[in-house]
């Protein structure tokens, strides 16, 4: 299903109302039309939390096939005309190794992952996390190129450093939206190393520009923010601060991750701010308990920026799926506004 347009398309609307004319004694107005163009479709944009395609869901994938972490979800993804995700992982060729011998923090997905991606109906990729460069400077490279190849827009590494902090523009029912992917974190060295020209930091110098950019050429701007603190309940005053920031600069919607449990959202300005999506395809066994629970927001765009936002409450597993039990389902939402009220209820010093 193809939902991504990369090539402006005109289209002209017109609406001619039916006109009704007087008898002609006494002599009637010049006739007359009105004419109004309908409302501007509206864009449907899914997104989630944190991709893991490493570890054991590597090896099921190579066992699998590349059905194997999302195809049961497959008609809802591509329901909606744009589908985000947080790809935690390298995409790598390691000779079948999915997670680094003695050190289970450092993972790679398999090359099938990407085909895994494309063909789920993943199609708005922010490579910009911690685990970007588990595998070294090669993987991390390895993965634009697989994702490159796999047809999948993608934003927060560079195969070049001429392209670092570029916007990735995608074009949906004749809106242009700018997608921009930023790290606050590192596994290792950024400052100084050769990282540092391939990975998009959180840095409010070198992404001003990217961000002027996008508001003179794009109609809507989504940011992709890998921050703040693992497992906490609450945005960092840092990462508040720093989005905020990105909002004033232009940015309509804030898609937040990395702390594996979800956090609240914020409306700030004409934006939207959602500080931890939490987990989706990154199973950490329950440790501790809301990493097993994430969410999923569907969010509408229309003519003048978001109309509309829905929370969907998610089972993280290997294979994720949307929660339909009632206490559950009830629980996760519970959370998410007790959260959203805890930051709404903690002023900051912008």
């Not at 909002?247 to 979800?262: A, C, K, Q, R």
């Amino acid at each position: 299903m193809q939902r991504r347009i990369f090539t402006a398309r005109a289209v002209l609307w017109a609406g001619l109302a039916a006109v009704s004319c007087s008898a002609p004694d006494p002599p009637s107005r010049p006739p007359s039309a009105e004419i109004s163009a309908p409302a501007e479709p509206e864009i449907t944009l899914l997104a989630v939390g944190d991709i893991n395609l490493g570890r054991q869901c590597g090896q099921s994938l190579l066992k699998e096939g590349m059905h194997y972490p999302f195809g049961h979800l497959r008609a809802w993804i591509e329901s909606f005309d744009l589908a985000f995700c947080n790809l935690e992982s390298n995409i790598s060729e390691q000779a079948g190794e999915t997670v680094k011998p003695g050190n289970r923090l450092i993972f790679t997905a398999p090359p099938i992952a990407a085909l895994a991606l494309r063909k789920s109906g993943w199609d708005l990729v922010s490579t910009a996390n911690n685990h970007s460069s588990d595998y070294g400077l090669k993987a991390l490279k390895e993965t634009v190129v697989r994702l490159e190849a796999a047809g999948i827009p993608y934003n927060g590494t560079a195969l070049w450093a001429t392209d670092l902090y570029q916007p990735t523009y995608v074009k949906v029912k004749g809106k242009r939206i700018a997608f921009l992917a930023v790290t606050d974190i590192s596994n290792v060295p950024v400052r100084g190393a050769a990282l540092e020209r391939y990975l998009n930091m959180a840095d409010r110098e070198c992404l001003l520009p990217a961000l002027q950019a996008a508001e003179r050429t794009a109609d809507f701007t989504i940011l992709s923010y890998h921050g703040g603190n693992e497992y906490w309940d609450l945005p960092t005053p840092g990462s508040r601060r720093f989005l905020r920031w990105a909002v004033d600069n232009g940015v309509d919607l804030v898609l937040g991750h990395h702390p594996h449990v979800i956090q609240g959202v914020e409306n700030y300005r004409k934006a939207l701010i959602i500080y931890s999506l939490g987990n989706f395809t990154f199973y950490q066994g329950g440790h501790p308990y809301w990493t097993n629970y994430g969410m999923a927001a569907a969010i509408s765009i229309g003519a003048n920026g978001i109309v509309g936002a829905r929370f969907l409450p998610i089972h993280a597993h290997f294979q994720p799926k949307l929660i339909q039990e009632r206490e559950l389902h009830a629980s996760v939402l519970s959370r998410l506004s007790f959260l959203t009220q805890q930051i709404a209820s903690r002023p900051i010093n912008d």
